[in-house]
């Protein structure tokens, strides 16, 4: 039992900083926002059916949360810290035009 225990924290902590990663991605001035998306956040982010680029909790469902979230990451996120000023503005833009909210 504590054989196992051990196995999993041990791959627990693994994944976790594997998560925890910087991408140094920075967009073009004039990029649009689906751009922006479509160049960094599809790499885990899959766009969902029809307009929809993804489900995103009430309380993301606004562009100071997305532009954090974006720019910081979190455990399950890589952080984006390059993407900021009016590019960050219209990616947060686009997720919110295109996204659900659940």
Known sequence: MKKMTLVL???ALVSLVGCSK????TPAEDA???DIFYASCTKC??????NTVMTIDAKMANKDAIIQKVQKGSMGMTAFPNIKGEPAQRLAEFVLA????K
């Open 32 to 34: 649009s926002g689906e």
């Open 22 to 25: 910087t991408d140094n991605y």
């Open 98 to 101: 295109n996204s659900k909210t």
């Open 9 to 11: 924290t041990i791959s």
């Open 45 to 50: 982010h899959k766009p969902e059916s029809g």
